[in-house]
Protein backbone atom coordinates (compact mmCIF):
# COMPACT_ATOMS: atom_id res chain seq x y z
CA UNK A 1 0.00 0.00 0.00
CA UNK A 2 1.51 3.26 -0.88
CA UNK A 3 2.20 6.33 1.06
CA UNK A 4 0.07 9.55 0.75
CA UNK A 5 2.44 11.95 -0.54
CA UNK A 6 1.36 14.75 2.28
CA UNK A 7 2.47 11.91 4.94
CA UNK A 8 5.79 10.99 3.09
CA UNK A 9 8.67 12.92 5.26
CA UNK A 10 10.22 16.50 3.26
CA UNK A 11 13.80 16.16 2.41
CA UNK A 12 14.28 19.34 4.19
CA UNK A 13 13.32 17.99 6.93
CA UNK A 14 16.03 15.94 7.68
CA UNK A 15 18.29 17.23 10.47
CA UNK A 16 20.65 20.24 9.80
CA UNK A 17 24.48 19.56 9.35
CA UNK A 18 26.92 22.00 8.84
CA UNK A 19 27.29 23.28 5.39
CA UNK A 20 30.09 22.47 2.95
CA UNK A 21 33.61 24.83 2.74
CA UNK A 22 33.65 26.54 -0.19
CA UNK A 23 37.45 25.15 -0.60
CA UNK A 24 36.39 21.86 -1.01
CA UNK A 25 34.91 21.58 -4.37
CA UNK A 26 34.38 17.54 -4.41
CA UNK A 27 31.91 18.20 -1.07
CA UNK A 28 29.90 20.74 -2.92
CA UNK A 29 29.17 18.31 -5.77
CA UNK A 30 28.48 15.83 -3.25
CA UNK A 31 25.70 17.23 -1.70
CA UNK A 32 24.21 18.38 -4.57
CA UNK A 33 23.98 14.74 -6.00
CA UNK A 34 21.90 14.14 -2.52
CA UNK A 35 19.52 16.71 -2.80
CA UNK A 36 18.27 15.68 -6.77
CA UNK A 37 17.91 12.21 -5.65
CA UNK A 38 14.41 11.39 -5.17
CA UNK A 39 13.66 10.50 -1.47
CA UNK A 40 11.32 7.63 -1.96
CA UNK A 41 13.95 5.13 -2.02
CA UNK A 42 15.54 3.45 1.05
CA UNK A 43 18.97 3.89 -0.36
CA UNK A 44 18.38 8.15 -0.61
CA UNK A 45 18.47 8.11 3.34
CA UNK A 46 22.00 5.67 3.43
CA UNK A 47 23.84 7.72 0.83
CA UNK A 48 24.04 11.05 2.53
CA UNK A 49 26.05 9.66 5.38
CA UNK A 50 28.31 7.35 3.00
CA UNK A 51 28.91 10.50 1.18
CA UNK A 52 29.60 12.72 4.33
CA UNK A 53 32.42 10.54 5.06
CA UNK A 54 35.12 11.90 3.36
CA UNK A 55 34.05 15.26 4.01
CA UNK A 56 35.05 14.51 7.41
CA UNK A 57 37.84 13.13 6.03
CA UNK A 58 39.13 16.18 3.98
CA UNK A 59 38.76 18.40 6.87
CA UNK A 60 40.68 16.22 8.99
CA UNK A 61 43.44 16.23 6.70
CA UNK A 62 43.31 20.22 6.04
CA UNK A 63 43.76 20.39 9.80
CA UNK A 64 46.32 18.08 9.84
CA UNK A 65 47.92 20.43 7.16
CA UNK A 66 47.50 23.27 8.90
CA UNK A 67 49.19 21.98 12.12
CA UNK A 68 52.19 20.92 10.47
CA UNK A 69 52.36 24.01 9.15
CA UNK A 70 51.34 26.64 11.46
CA UNK A 71 50.66 30.76 10.52
CA UNK A 72 53.60 32.75 11.20
CA UNK A 73 56.31 30.40 9.58
CA UNK A 74 57.56 31.01 6.05
CA UNK A 75 57.60 28.25 3.68
CA UNK A 76 59.73 29.11 0.91
CA UNK A 77 57.87 29.90 -2.36
CA UNK A 78 60.09 28.17 -4.90
CA UNK A 79 59.05 25.07 -2.60
CA UNK A 80 55.17 25.71 -2.39
CA UNK A 81 54.79 26.47 -5.82
CA UNK A 82 56.70 23.81 -7.61
CA UNK A 83 54.42 21.22 -9.28
CA UNK A 84 54.47 17.85 -8.86
CA UNK A 85 55.41 16.10 -11.64
CA UNK A 86 53.22 12.46 -11.99
CA UNK A 87 54.47 10.16 -14.47
CA UNK A 88 53.23 9.60 -17.37
CA UNK A 89 50.63 6.67 -18.04
CA UNK A 90 52.25 3.42 -18.81
CA UNK A 91 55.84 4.49 -17.58
CA UNK A 92 57.07 3.44 -14.36
CA UNK A 93 57.69 5.66 -11.78
CA UNK A 94 61.38 6.16 -11.14
CA UNK A 95 63.30 4.84 -8.28
CA UNK A 96 64.03 8.00 -5.33
CA UNK A 97 68.24 8.83 -6.28
CA UNK A 98 70.36 7.02 -3.20
CA UNK A 99 72.87 9.52 -1.44
CA UNK A 100 75.93 9.76 -3.22
CA UNK A 101 78.59 7.47 -2.45
CA UNK A 102 81.68 8.10 -2.00
CA UNK A 103 84.06 7.37 -4.99
CA UNK A 104 85.90 4.58 -4.75
CA UNK A 105 89.73 3.66 -5.06
CA UNK A 106 90.68 2.26 -8.29
CA UNK A 107 92.55 -0.86 -7.75
CA UNK A 108 95.18 -1.51 -10.08
CA UNK A 109 93.97 -5.13 -11.67
CA UNK A 110 97.11 -8.52 -12.06
CA UNK A 111 99.06 -7.85 -15.05
CA UNK A 112 97.36 -11.53 -16.63
CA UNK A 113 100.31 -14.08 -17.07
CA UNK A 114 101.85 -14.46 -19.94
CA UNK A 115 101.42 -18.64 -20.53
CA UNK A 116 104.05 -18.08 -23.45
CA UNK A 117 106.88 -16.34 -21.37
CA UNK A 118 105.93 -18.74 -18.40
CA UNK A 119 106.39 -21.66 -21.09
CA UNK A 120 109.45 -20.41 -22.58
CA UNK A 121 110.95 -20.08 -19.17
CA UNK A 122 110.19 -23.92 -17.72
CA UNK A 123 112.21 -24.95 -21.26
CA UNK A 124 115.10 -23.44 -20.15
CA UNK A 125 114.82 -24.23 -16.98
CA UNK A 126 114.94 -27.98 -17.92
CA UNK A 127 117.84 -27.27 -20.07
CA UNK A 128 121.15 -29.09 -19.24
CA UNK A 129 124.38 -26.75 -18.24
CA UNK A 130 125.93 -27.87 -22.14
CA UNK A 131 122.85 -26.66 -23.76
CA UNK A 132 122.81 -23.57 -22.16
CA UNK A 133 126.10 -23.08 -23.08
CA UNK A 134 125.72 -23.94 -26.52
CA UNK A 135 122.39 -21.63 -27.15
CA UNK A 136 125.49 -18.89 -24.94
CA UNK A 137 127.70 -19.16 -27.58
CA UNK A 138 125.00 -19.25 -30.52
CA UNK A 139 124.10 -15.73 -29.42
CA UNK A 140 126.79 -14.10 -28.46
CA UNK A 141 128.57 -14.78 -31.78
CA UNK A 142 125.40 -13.28 -33.48
CA UNK A 143 125.03 -10.74 -30.79
CA UNK A 144 125.73 -7.58 -33.79
CA UNK A 145 122.73 -8.89 -36.19
CA UNK A 146 120.12 -9.59 -32.99
CA UNK A 147 116.64 -7.83 -33.72
CA UNK A 148 114.61 -6.14 -30.63
CA UNK A 149 112.31 -8.52 -31.27
CA UNK A 150 114.45 -11.89 -31.22
CA UNK A 151 116.23 -10.46 -27.77
CA UNK A 152 112.30 -9.75 -25.90
CA UNK A 153 111.41 -13.43 -27.25
CA UNK A 154 114.15 -15.90 -26.98
CA UNK A 155 117.75 -14.17 -25.89
CA UNK A 156 116.45 -11.90 -22.72
CA UNK A 157 114.50 -15.59 -21.20
CA UNK A 158 117.60 -17.26 -21.70
CA UNK A 159 120.49 -15.06 -20.39
CA UNK A 160 118.08 -14.15 -17.31
CA UNK A 161 117.83 -18.06 -16.70
CA UNK A 162 121.41 -17.93 -16.45
CA UNK A 163 121.81 -14.97 -14.52
CA UNK A 164 119.40 -15.87 -12.34
CA UNK A 165 121.46 -19.67 -11.57
CA UNK A 166 124.83 -17.23 -11.05
CA UNK A 167 122.64 -15.64 -8.06
CA UNK A 168 121.53 -19.10 -6.97
CA UNK A 169 125.31 -20.61 -6.71
CA UNK A 170 124.35 -23.06 -9.61
CA UNK A 171 127.47 -21.58 -11.98
CA UNK A 172 130.13 -19.93 -11.24
CA UNK A 173 132.36 -17.83 -13.75
CA UNK A 174 135.55 -19.57 -12.11
CA UNK A 175 135.27 -22.75 -9.97
CA UNK A 176 137.84 -24.91 -8.27
CA UNK A 177 139.59 -27.97 -9.80
CA UNK A 178 140.10 -30.91 -7.54
CA UNK A 179 143.59 -31.70 -9.34
CA UNK A 180 144.35 -27.67 -7.87
CA UNK A 181 143.61 -24.46 -9.53
CA UNK A 182 140.84 -23.22 -11.50
CA UNK A 183 138.68 -23.48 -14.92
CA UNK A 184 137.11 -20.03 -16.10
CA UNK A 185 133.72 -20.73 -17.62
CA UNK A 186 133.84 -18.38 -20.64
CA UNK A 187 130.36 -18.85 -21.43
CA UNK A 188 129.16 -17.45 -18.36
CA UNK A 189 131.18 -14.12 -18.85
CA UNK A 190 129.24 -13.87 -22.16
CA UNK A 191 126.05 -14.66 -20.52
CA UNK A 192 126.77 -11.67 -18.11
CA UNK A 193 128.05 -8.99 -21.31
CA UNK A 194 124.94 -10.18 -22.86
CA UNK A 195 122.51 -9.03 -19.93
CA UNK A 196 123.68 -5.48 -20.78
CA UNK A 197 122.65 -5.77 -24.21
CA UNK A 198 118.72 -7.10 -23.27
CA UNK A 199 118.07 -4.49 -20.30
CA UNK A 200 117.25 -0.67 -21.14
CA UNK A 201 118.01 1.67 -19.06
CA UNK A 202 115.55 2.08 -16.06
CA UNK A 203 115.30 4.55 -13.15
CA UNK A 204 115.67 2.74 -10.02
CA UNK A 205 113.85 4.47 -7.04
CA UNK A 206 116.79 4.59 -3.89
CA UNK A 207 117.82 6.70 -1.10
CA UNK A 208 118.73 9.59 -1.40
CA UNK A 209 118.32 10.10 -5.19
CA UNK A 210 117.24 7.67 -7.82
CA UNK A 211 119.34 5.70 -10.33
CA UNK A 212 119.75 5.02 -13.91
CA UNK A 213 121.01 1.72 -14.85
CA UNK A 214 120.44 -1.16 -16.87
CA UNK A 215 121.20 -3.77 -13.94
CA UNK A 216 118.87 -4.13 -11.14
CA UNK A 217 119.60 -4.21 -7.23
CA UNK A 218 120.27 -7.39 -6.13
CA UNK A 219 117.90 -7.34 -3.06
CA UNK A 220 115.15 -5.56 -5.11
CA UNK A 221 111.78 -6.79 -3.69
CA UNK A 222 113.28 -8.58 -0.46
CA UNK A 223 111.54 -8.59 2.72
CA UNK A 224 112.37 -9.90 5.86
CA UNK A 225 111.19 -13.19 5.26
CA UNK A 226 113.71 -13.58 1.94
CA UNK A 227 116.46 -12.15 3.48
CA UNK A 228 116.14 -14.88 6.56
CA UNK A 229 116.35 -17.72 3.56
CA UNK A 230 119.16 -16.10 2.20
CA UNK A 231 121.09 -15.46 5.06
CA UNK A 232 122.72 -12.10 4.43
CA UNK A 233 123.66 -9.29 6.54
CA UNK A 234 123.08 -5.88 4.36
CA UNK A 235 123.87 -2.95 5.84
CA UNK A 236 122.88 0.09 4.67
CA UNK A 237 124.97 1.44 1.98
CA UNK A 238 125.92 -1.62 0.21
CA UNK A 239 124.70 -1.90 -3.20
CA UNK A 240 125.02 -5.26 -4.73
CA UNK A 241 123.67 -6.06 -8.32
CA UNK A 242 122.31 -8.90 -9.83
CA UNK A 243 123.83 -11.70 -11.12
CA UNK A 244 125.87 -12.05 -7.33
CA UNK A 245 126.23 -14.83 -5.11
CA UNK A 246 125.87 -14.44 -1.50
CA UNK A 247 126.63 -17.40 1.40
CA UNK A 248 124.91 -17.67 4.54
CA UNK A 249 126.64 -15.21 7.24
CA UNK A 250 128.10 -13.23 4.75
CA UNK A 251 127.99 -9.42 6.33
CA UNK A 252 128.11 -6.61 3.39
CA UNK A 253 128.97 -3.09 5.04
CA UNK A 254 128.53 -0.20 3.02
CA UNK A 255 130.07 -1.76 -0.27
CA UNK A 256 129.64 -2.84 -3.81
CA UNK A 257 129.86 -6.34 -5.17
CA UNK A 258 129.34 -6.18 -9.02
CA UNK A 259 127.90 -8.56 -11.45
CA UNK A 260 129.09 -12.44 -11.14
CA UNK A 261 130.89 -11.81 -8.33
CA UNK A 262 130.52 -15.05 -5.78
CA UNK A 263 131.36 -14.35 -2.26
CA UNK A 264 131.73 -17.11 -0.10
CA UNK A 265 130.14 -18.13 3.12
CA UNK A 266 131.03 -15.95 6.27
CA UNK A 267 133.12 -13.87 4.05
CA UNK A 268 133.05 -10.01 5.49
CA UNK A 269 133.25 -7.32 3.13
CA UNK A 270 133.79 -3.98 4.62
CA UNK A 271 133.18 -0.51 5.00
CA UNK A 272 134.01 0.95 1.37
CA UNK A 273 135.12 -2.85 0.05
CA UNK A 274 134.60 -3.30 -3.26
CA UNK A 275 134.05 -6.64 -5.27
CA UNK A 276 134.31 -6.10 -8.80
CA UNK A 277 132.30 -8.30 -11.79
CA UNK A 278 133.07 -11.94 -11.65
CA UNK A 279 135.76 -11.69 -8.93
CA UNK A 280 135.37 -14.71 -6.68
CA UNK A 281 135.78 -14.07 -3.16
CA UNK A 282 136.14 -17.88 -1.11
CA UNK A 283 134.25 -18.24 2.63
CA UNK A 284 135.24 -16.79 5.17
CA UNK A 285 137.56 -13.90 4.30
CA UNK A 286 137.72 -10.80 5.60
CA UNK A 287 137.84 -8.18 3.05
CA UNK A 288 139.17 -5.06 4.98
CA UNK A 289 137.90 -1.27 4.94
CA UNK A 290 138.47 0.01 1.15
CA UNK A 291 139.94 -2.72 -0.11
CA UNK A 292 139.57 -3.55 -3.92
CA UNK A 293 139.38 -6.69 -5.56
CA UNK A 294 139.22 -5.82 -9.24
CA UNK A 295 136.83 -7.27 -11.89
CA UNK A 296 137.68 -9.04 -15.11
CA UNK A 297 135.03 -9.88 -18.28
CA UNK A 298 137.77 -9.08 -21.28
CA UNK A 299 139.68 -10.55 -22.42
CA UNK A 300 136.80 -13.47 -21.87
CA UNK A 301 139.75 -16.46 -21.51
CA UNK A 302 141.12 -14.01 -18.61
CA UNK A 303 140.82 -15.37 -14.96
CA UNK A 304 139.14 -12.96 -12.61
CA UNK A 305 139.93 -12.09 -9.18
CA UNK A 306 140.49 -14.95 -7.33
CA UNK A 307 140.92 -14.72 -3.55
CA UNK A 308 140.52 -18.58 -1.87
CA UNK A 309 139.22 -19.20 1.52
CA UNK A 310 140.48 -18.25 4.96
CA UNK A 311 142.10 -14.98 3.20
CA UNK A 312 142.63 -11.78 4.95
CA UNK A 313 143.21 -8.37 2.72
CA UNK A 314 144.13 -5.18 4.55
CA UNK A 315 142.86 -2.13 4.46
CA UNK A 316 143.32 0.13 1.29
CA UNK A 317 144.69 -3.00 -0.57
CA UNK A 318 144.22 -3.47 -4.83
CA UNK A 319 144.36 -7.08 -6.30
CA UNK A 320 143.61 -6.77 -9.70
CA UNK A 321 143.65 -7.94 -13.37
CA UNK A 322 142.82 -11.64 -12.44
CA UNK A 323 145.46 -12.33 -9.58
CA UNK A 324 145.27 -15.29 -7.51
CA UNK A 325 145.70 -15.16 -3.67
CA UNK A 326 145.98 -18.99 -2.29
CA UNK A 327 144.39 -19.77 0.81
CA UNK A 328 145.33 -19.00 4.14
CA UNK A 329 147.06 -16.40 2.73
CA UNK A 330 147.42 -12.71 4.16
CA UNK A 331 147.61 -9.60 2.64
CA UNK A 332 148.75 -6.38 4.86
CA UNK A 333 147.92 -2.89 4.74
CA UNK A 334 148.32 -0.88 1.27
CA UNK A 335 149.25 -3.88 -0.80
CA UNK A 336 148.89 -3.44 -4.37
CA UNK A 337 148.73 -6.64 -6.92
CA UNK A 338 148.40 -7.21 -10.27
CA UNK A 339 149.57 -8.88 -13.12
CA UNK A 340 152.90 -6.86 -13.65
CA UNK A 341 153.49 -6.17 -10.06
CA UNK A 342 156.72 -8.23 -9.09
CA UNK A 343 156.35 -10.84 -6.00
CA UNK A 344 159.71 -11.68 -3.89
CA UNK A 345 159.34 -14.11 -1.84
CA UNK A 346 162.26 -12.98 1.09
CA UNK A 347 162.77 -16.67 2.10
CA UNK A 348 163.60 -18.60 -1.83
CA UNK A 349 164.69 -15.20 -3.48
CA UNK A 350 162.19 -16.25 -6.25
CA UNK A 351 160.82 -13.32 -8.36
CA UNK A 352 156.63 -14.54 -9.79
CA UNK A 353 153.71 -12.83 -10.87
CA UNK A 354 150.01 -12.72 -10.76
CA UNK A 355 150.10 -15.46 -8.19
CA UNK A 356 150.53 -15.85 -4.27
CA UNK A 357 150.84 -19.32 -2.40
CA UNK A 358 148.68 -20.51 0.16
CA UNK A 359 149.50 -19.74 3.74
CA UNK A 360 152.09 -16.49 2.53
CA UNK A 361 152.36 -13.74 4.50
CA UNK A 362 152.74 -10.26 2.13
CA UNK A 363 153.21 -6.59 2.65
CA UNK A 364 154.51 -4.07 0.59
CA UNK A 365 158.33 -3.63 -0.70
CA UNK A 366 160.94 -2.73 -2.78
CA UNK A 367 163.54 -4.10 -5.36
CA UNK A 368 166.39 -2.23 -6.90
CA UNK A 369 167.35 -1.65 -10.11
CA UNK A 370 170.58 -3.42 -11.77
CA UNK A 371 172.55 -0.76 -11.32
CA UNK A 372 171.31 0.24 -8.30
CA UNK A 373 170.27 3.82 -9.03
CA UNK A 374 166.39 3.50 -8.24
CA UNK A 375 164.39 1.18 -6.34
CA UNK A 376 160.40 -0.04 -7.53
CA UNK A 377 157.48 -1.51 -5.75
CA UNK A 378 156.97 -4.70 -5.10
CA UNK A 379 155.38 -6.87 -3.17
CA UNK A 380 157.21 -9.11 -0.88
CA UNK A 381 156.04 -12.34 0.75
CA UNK A 382 158.33 -12.26 4.28
CA UNK A 383 157.13 -15.59 5.58
CA UNK A 384 154.64 -18.74 4.85
CA UNK A 385 153.39 -20.40 7.72
CA UNK A 386 151.24 -23.76 8.10
CA UNK A 387 147.45 -23.70 9.19
CA UNK A 388 148.18 -25.04 12.89
CA UNK A 389 150.42 -21.60 13.53
CA UNK A 390 147.23 -19.47 11.31
CA UNK A 391 144.92 -21.15 13.80
CA UNK A 392 146.92 -19.44 16.65
CA UNK A 393 148.20 -16.68 15.81
CA UNK A 394 146.12 -13.56 15.17
CA UNK A 395 146.55 -11.51 12.12
CA UNK A 396 148.76 -8.59 13.91
CA UNK A 397 151.05 -10.92 15.53
CA UNK A 398 151.44 -12.25 11.37
CA UNK A 399 152.64 -8.70 10.46
CA UNK A 400 154.74 -8.01 13.48
CA UNK A 401 158.76 -8.25 13.08
CA UNK A 402 158.51 -8.35 9.17
CA UNK A 403 162.38 -6.68 9.25
CA UNK A 404 164.07 -9.71 11.01
Known amino acids: ????????????????????????????????????????????????????????????????????????????????????????????????????????????????????????????????????????????????????????????????????????????????????????????????????????????????????????????????AKFREAGVRVVPGAVARRGTYFGRDVVLMPSFTNIGAYVGEGTMVDTWATVGSCAQIGKHCHLSGGAGIGGVLEPLQASPTIIEDHCFIGARSEVVEGVIVGHHSVIGMGVFLSQSTRIYNRATGEISYGYIPPYSVVVSGSLPSKDGSHSLYCAVIVKQVDEKTIGKTSINELLRGLAD
Open 1 to 224: MKTPAAARPAVTAAPARPAPRKASGKTAVATKAIANKPAGKKAAASKPQAVAKPVVAKESVAKKAVTRNPVGVKTSAAKARKPVAKPAAGKAVPARRAAARPARVPVAKAAPRNTAARKLAAQFNALSVEQLKARIEVVFDARAALTAAQIKAEVAPLVKRVVTGLESGEFRVAQPLDEGGWQVNEWLKKAVLLYFRINDMVVTTASPAPYWDKVEARFAGYDA
